[in-house]
């Protein structure tokens, strides 16, 4: 079974802080997404990562995939307090690509 | 461009009561459906998943049904609903055919059961 654990679970922290959560998994995926989900609404795409070690900046907001696949980060620099939301990242199944394994989820709070 | 729809946005219903929730897709053909729970402010749960009309793989047992009557129709049934039915559910689209492709998703039922 295809996991990814992703850390920390909560993480509250100052507007202008900057921030990194993690997504970690045993298993190799062939791609990241990573998708921002606000109260009362569906997860929205922000990025996907396919190559190993790839580095994609999207304004503040800079995501990483591992060289070897298994893992990938967000760090976010200068957090507004518009970045508030629940991150997930999420990697095609390895028993059909039409799935997609979801993480565990890191809800981030930015405090004005 | 393509747009989700999903229906209704909160629903209250008491428990052995039947459901039956909606999701549409425009402006794609053939798309992959899924139907998803999320538990509060945790990861999605895939519940369902379909690649074609009448084609449904169900990834939980449960007393939760899904069905697909149209290309771009989605529904998700129970003739009778339990306390532990409860949560957040999300329908989502991608592209047909393709790999490691996006999944849009839209805006989610609130499903309470008393």
């Known amino acids: 079974t295809q996991l990814l654990e992703q850390s920390p679970q909560f993480l509250s922290i100052q507007e202008g802080e900057n921030l990194t959560v993690y997504c970690n998994s045993s298993?190799?995926?062939?791609?990241l997404q990573w998708y921002r989900q606000e109260p009362g609404e569906g997860p929205v795409l922000l990025v996907t990562?396919?190559?190993?070690?790839e580095v994609k900046k999207l304004k503040r907001l800079t995501f990483q995939f591992g060289d070897a696949r298994k893992d990938s980060s967000l760090h976010i620099t200068a957090a507004q307090p518009g970045d508030t939301g629940l991150y997930l990242c999420?990697?095609?199944?390895?028993?059909?690509?039409?799935?997609?394994?979801f993480g565990t989820g890191t809800r981030l709070t930015i405090i004005p | 461009s393509q747009t989700i729809h999903q229906w209704p946005a909160t629903l209250v219903q008491p428990v052995g009561s039947p459901l039956s929730l909606e999701c549409t897709v425009e402006?794609?053909?053939?798309?992959?459906l899924y139907w998803y729970r999320q538990a509060a402010g945790r990861g999605l749960q895939l519940l369902f998943y379909?690649?074609?009309?009448?084609?449904i793989s169900s990834e939980v047992p449960q007393n939760l049904s899904a069905s697909r009557p149209q290309d771009r129709q989605f529904i998700l049934s129970s003739k009778k609903l339990l306390l532990s039915d409860s949560g957040f559910y999300l329908c989502?689209?991608?592209?047909?055919?393709?790999?490691?492709?996006?999944?849009?998703f839209g805006d989610g039922t609130r499903l309470s059961i008393l």
């Open positions: 989502a689209w991608s592209v047909g055919g393709a790999h490691n492709q996006p999944q849009h």
């Open positions: 298993s190799v995926f062939s791609s």
């Open positions: 990562v396919v190559t190993g070690g």
């Open positions: 999420a990697g095609p199944s390895n028993f059909g690509n039409e799935k997609l394994t």
């Open positions: 402006g794609t053909s053939n798309p992959n």
């Open positions: 379909s690649v074609g009309i009448g084609q």
